[in-house]
Structures are given as C-alpha cells and as structure tokens.
C-alpha cells in the first residue's frame, strides 16, 4: 500500500491529537463511508444535511485506517475499534491539511474558474497533461469550501501537475481556496448568467471570478477568453491584483493563444491554434465549438506550465466528453438507432447555447429528427423568466424542430414558441419521462440538458434503461 500522508504528517499538519496506536500512513482521504477504501483516513465532516461522525461505524467496518473527529463530538461516539485523531473542528482540519499538501508539492497547479466550461476544461487538462506526467485533479465536480481542500489534501507529493476547479455562486467564495491552492495558471473560462439570481449583472460575476487571481503565485499567469465581452474588466482586475503575465485565448486577433482554422464535426473538430507563436494542429475527439474554446485555453496553460505541446496536441484526439457534460450514447431501437446526448448535469444561458449548437450540428438519419429536451436553469433570479423565454432565439430556425420541457421555469419558453416548432411541456421530470420515451423514433438525435437540481438525469438513465446502449460515443477513426 503506498502512502499519501504517514500518520505522523497528518497529525502534524492538522494540530491533531491521536488516539490509540496510529498506522503507518493512510492510502487515501475519505468524507463519505459508502466510497471510503480500506486504508483511508475518515474525516467527519458536518455538513449542511448529514453529520459525519453519524457514519463513523460505517467507516470502520469499511476499513478505515484512522477516523478524524472533533473534540465536541468525541463523548458521544462511544467506544470506536479504529485509531482516531481528534481535532477542534474537521473541515478546519482538512483545511490544513490541504495547505501542507501544497507547501510540499512540486507540481505545477493550473486553477479552472468560469461560468461555464470548467469541469470540461479541467477534466481536458487531466486527459492530455498526463500524456506527459503525473497528473491530480479533483473528482466530478469537487470545487467548493470542502472540495477545495479535500482535493489538495488527496494530491500526491510526487504528482507533475495539479488541476483544480474552483466554482462560487457568490462573492468572496473564491478567494479564501485560490489561496489555499495558490495556482500557477489560472484559467476563467467564460462570464455568462450562471447564479445571476445573486449579483446584479454579469460585471459583478466578473468581478467575482477575478478573485482567483488574487491566490497566484509570484510570476504566475491569467489566461482569460480574449472573445468574451467582460475580458476587459477580468484584465483590469488581474493587472490590480498584480498580476504581470496575462494573456487572451480565442479568435480575437490579440490572442496569444489564437484559433487560426476550425473545422466542426458531428464527432470531433479538427483545429489549427497558434500558441505564443508556434502552430499546433490537433483533432479535438469531444465535438462542439464550446469545446474548441475550451482547448485553447487547455493548449494555453499546457504551454505555459513547461508541458510538451505536440504531445498535448495528438492525447486531444482521445478526448471524450463526460456524463451529463456532453456524453453521446447510440442506443438500439427496434427500427434502427437513436442519439442521445447528455448534457443533464448543468445548465444556463451560454451552455444551453453551446448544447442547442452541438445538437444541430448532429447529423439525423432516416426520417429521425433532432429533438431537445431541456429542463430549468435554476439560480437566475428576477432575470430567470426573461432568460427562460429567449432561448426561443436559440432553436427558431434552426434543425431543432421537436422540442420537450420540463420544470416550472421552461412554461415562459413554452408560452412562446410558435406553431411549427412541435413542443410538449410538463411540469416536472417525471411526468416528463413517459411522454418522451414514448416520442423517440429510429434516427433520432435527442438531447437532455438541464440545471442538476431538476433531475434531468433521470431521462438519461431512463432512455439507457429502455433501449440498449450500441456504445458510448461514436469515434472517427
């Protein structure tokens, strides 16, 4: 078993006091007992919802190496068969402990901050940095107070390079973890109306993006969407947060790292970038432009943290997308076979744009139509009804003729929508679920997108449940 902290680490790093005779070091780092490997330290934390030291037997009986517990809570666990260290308050400690983690680590760290974009642009970081090293990043979508830290406290002291994503639905949520992880490259993806139901308007996202740059290290760099509208005010704050190096990404002709040539397919994009002067061609396995944006930022931050380019360049060909971010299925129906893509895990404005964009570029077959399915944008406040209704600009006149909405939101997109476009509106996912899956038709092209929270994801698994998967993606080869 190969260690990630020895005991005596861990202990240290969080002014912890062990209990009973401590092991060697633990394997891994756990918050959760259902997915807790033997070996691994537990730390209780208390959440919003569940308490962890609840789960402490749990933990136990799944192996725990070590429990990690707060001196409050200690009287009442009785009498536990594992070694424990006790600590004044566990995410306190966990904190801690991700900040020895990165005081010892020699990785080059890239931050992922946006709107939109940044699990699939960490997660692109992951796939082609490890063509050339070591590579930690966090789990799904493990950007918050808990999963900052805990991210760090799982990286590996020998690792080359380090990804995290770093996500906020208000100010000053930012700032407190880029310093814990002290990146750097920071990437912001993009600006757009994600959690606008907490700020006035995009300029105040912006400016609570810019937070990241406060936790750079010295001579470290911003690379921002030089095509974004709020580039001008993300310069302005990484310039007053003393940030010297700061470059731009996309098609504007002032980028440093520039798209010279696209080329969109169902299945992939073929794309010649110039990076800091040097041409890259790469054929890009994950299809849509969103994703062609999405690279040149990741070719960016490749350059810049010393990894070999030609090798980033030809592990994007085996980029794929990730569940409810993309994900294509073809599914066998007793006719023929139908497309689903799943893009149920997140949802607003500007990435219902990219999804709406990737599903008209998906080519039909037969008499199959392209057909989406699109659930609330949750967190838009006053503007959600305004914003719910102008994605009517987004499939009027497009190859999207057929179109299912569900969630109390979506009704003002579906008071709107003119006659030709065939359209089935429910109040909720389940009264949605039998109305589709009794829709789709041999050729179809379907597409499920969504906020998290309304459970759009239960249409994915329920298409998966209905007709059997013929594979998970289609590939160019």
Known sequence: ??????????????????????????????????????????????????????????????????????????????????????????????????????????????????????????????????????????????????????????????????VFEIGMNHPDEIRPLVKMVRPHVAIVTMIAAAHLGFFRNLDEIAKAKAEIFEGLEPEGAAVLNRDDARFKILDKMAQAAGVEHVYGFGENARSTFKLVKCELHADHSDITARISGHEVAARIGAPGRHMVQNVLAVLGAAHLVGADLDKVALALADLSAERGRGKRHVLRHSGGLITLIDESYNANPASMAAAMALLNATPVTGEGRRIAVLGDMLELGDHSAKLHAALAELIVGTGTQTVFLGGPEMRALAEILPAEIKTEYRAGVEELKPVLLAALKPGDVVMIKSSKGIGFAKLVDALLGKYPAESTARKQT
């Open 1 to 162: 078993m190969s260690l990630l902290w020895t005991s005596e680490a861990l202990v240290a790093a969080m002014d912890g006091r062990p209990l009973g005779p401590m092991p060697e070091g633990i394997s891994g780092i756990s918050i959760d007992s259902r997915s807790l490997q033997p070996g691994d330290a537990f730390f209780a934390i208390k959440g919003e919802a569940m308490d962890g030291h609840d789960f402490a037997t749990a933990a136990i009986k799944a192996g725990a190496g070590v429990l990690v517990v707060a001196e409050g809570k200690l009287p009442s666990l009785g009498r536990l068969t594992a070694p424990i260290i006790v600590v004044e308050d566990v995410l306190v400690a966990l904190e801690k402990l991700g900040v020895a983690s990165r005081a010892r680590s020699s990785a080059k760290i890239i931050a992922v901050t946006g709107s939109a974009g940044k699990t699939t642009t960490k997660e692109a970081l992951r796939h082609v940095l490890s063509a050339v090293g070591k590579v930690h990043a966090s789990a799904q979508s493990f950007n918050n107070h808990w999963g900052v830290p805990l991210t760090l406290a799982r990286m590996p002291d020998d690792c080359d390079y380090a």
